[in-house]
């Protein structure tokens, strides 16, 4: 095993399977972790009990003895090394022991959790949490690993990286509370919820009729923004009942201000009273629902297990009759519902690491089980293996419509009480009073639904996470304005006798549209209609609304089929869907994509810092120009180009390609990079202009 965590080459045909030994281990040495710390936590008990300080003043010579030998095995480096938290405990300084034993065995722990992930989901080693993990276990030393692994746990934003890596949260939250000195659940939110109405567009797009994919479709709508719903259905005996409807996490995509914290979405599978089930019992006291009602509560992800604790809760099914708990994507163990009574199913596809937590892959069982008569756990082999596509929520509904037929029509069969009209829908917006919502306040912003063909999009576009590296380079002006559309008031900026293009790489780690790779080539151009000489550089003094200078698109690569069409249809950018990859956040920077066949590459030199990098970005729609503006808040740097490399294979795909032949910059190194490791961002709406 390597120590980044990477998996290791050369597995013995008919051995064992390398990462379930892997995993076996990576338990084995976290108990042990887990072992030393309670030790070091009893032994520090013992040091300073009351009865050992009394006995100290009666007899002094034995008792000091004692208490020395005590001090020495808690922190000599034979023994303990030092206290299990950082600070003091007991009036003991933190400087008379090292870093307590049990921190470098967990982190041995999670190394071999990371190693046997990675060898059953190597896809896995391209999210941007794995990256900041195995950066941070790559060091030389124990030492300085835990030095950066405490700062990348303390790191807000990190954490919501590290959130999805399902598998690895149990190794996660052991090695935070020891690196903390305090226990998982420390530290308890309150969580709220209050009624919100929902959009025309989305409203219409909810189910009327109650079934199963009805209501799965409903959790879809809400997009993980941290929104549940309650809705009033009249059964076939027209008896009015209640349907609570709990959405999961999405990663790479921000929670508003939904009660979350440091992967409280997987403390949950631990803890039954959380911020999350906490604020769905407030919504349906809201909600107005009487007591001894029926409920029936359906969740994705998060959201299952939360609707599984709820069942759980001896109180909580005292005032309502659970009727039913179906779970999709969440862990199910061993939790049984307070209410003999309650009907519960659960659905997880076996490729799912958020349903199947020690992140291996079972053998393929059959599509539906029965367990009883009030049991009932579909699992099946998916055709989506790659995570998290096979968690999406979407997929569940694709395949219990298409694959799982005979299970779906049995849930419905089961939720025949509630197979009736819809007469009230609500949705609740959850709240963590506790924290403030993610980004603020520089992303908290008022929005508006816009419509486009694959579902309305919040503008404007909140990026929560992201790194971007804006490599520019002289070019011929004449050539940069056969680039542009046909139009005598469109025309390139000169610095000098040169016009600047700007290949531009961001890697958007989570988004309120997902997280996606984007690739774009633009050219600054001059004011529309009063173009002046050097506007270009005046402008920079000016806010970005107040420019008059912008960088016309020509070409646009992204990873995702939301980011293509958001581009096109509300930025009227000319955007391509593409297989891309990019790490910028470190002196290092790359980028590749074999389809457009661009390598961007290098070592970035020394920089200085520079203002945020807001812009203004021009586009085409029918016969007007869009112009979009997009402000951002970060750490960004202006770095010499010497070190960073562009290259473009022969074969590589246009218009892109073309574009960068024609420029001259396709074997090319930039003037200066604009480099920024993490900000965020925002983008509005484009507005159309008549030219």
Known sequence: MRADGTAPEGTAPGGPDPGEVLRGC???????????????????????????????RRRP?????????????????????GLAGPGTRGGLPRALGGENLAVPVALTALRLRITALLADHPELARAPGMRLLTRALAADRDQDAVRALRALLRDRTAQRALSGLAPLISELLTVRALLDGQSEGAGTAEGGAEAVELTDQRRRTLATEGSLLGFLRNIEVLSTDGRILVQNVRGPDGVVRYVLQAPGTAPGRPRADAPQDLMGAWRDLRATDSPYTRSLVHALAVHGIPRGAELALIGHGEGGNAVLNLAQDEEFCRTYRVTHAIAVGSPYGDRKPADPRTWVATVTNQYDLVAAPDGHRTDPAAPSEPVGPTRYHVEYAGPTREFPLCHRLREYIEHLRSLLPGARADMDEALAPYRGPVVRTQAYQLKDRAHPPAGHPFLTLATAPVRTTVGPVDVPVRYYDSAAAHLCFPVDPAAARSLLPDADWLNPSRLGPRALAVLSVHEHRCTTIGPYTEIALSVLVDDLWRPRPYDAVTDLLRRVDLRR???????????TE?????????????????????????????????ELGLVVEGRLGPGVRCPDADRALYGRRGTGTVRTLVRAHGRLRLHPGAGVRVRLDTAAAEPLAGQLRRLGIHAARPLFVLACPQFTAHRGGGAVLAR
């Open 26 to 56: 990576a338990r084995d040495v976290l108990e042990v972790a887990e072992g030393i710390r309670a030790v070091s936590d009893r032994t520090a008990a013992t040091l300073f009990a009351p009865d050992l300080t009394a006995a100290t």
């Open 61 to 81: 010579r034995g008792a000091l003895a004692g208490r020395w030998a005590l001090l020495r095995a808690l922190t000599g480096r034979p023994g303990l090394g």
């Open 549 to 559: 200078t912008g960088r016309y698109v020509l070409s646009l690569a992204v990873t």
């Open 562 to 594: 939301a980011a293509r069409v958001v581009a096109q249809e509300v930025w009227g950018q000319p955007a391509l869907r593409m297989r891309a990859e990019a790490d910028l956040t470190g002196r290092e920077i790359r980028a590749r994509s074999e």
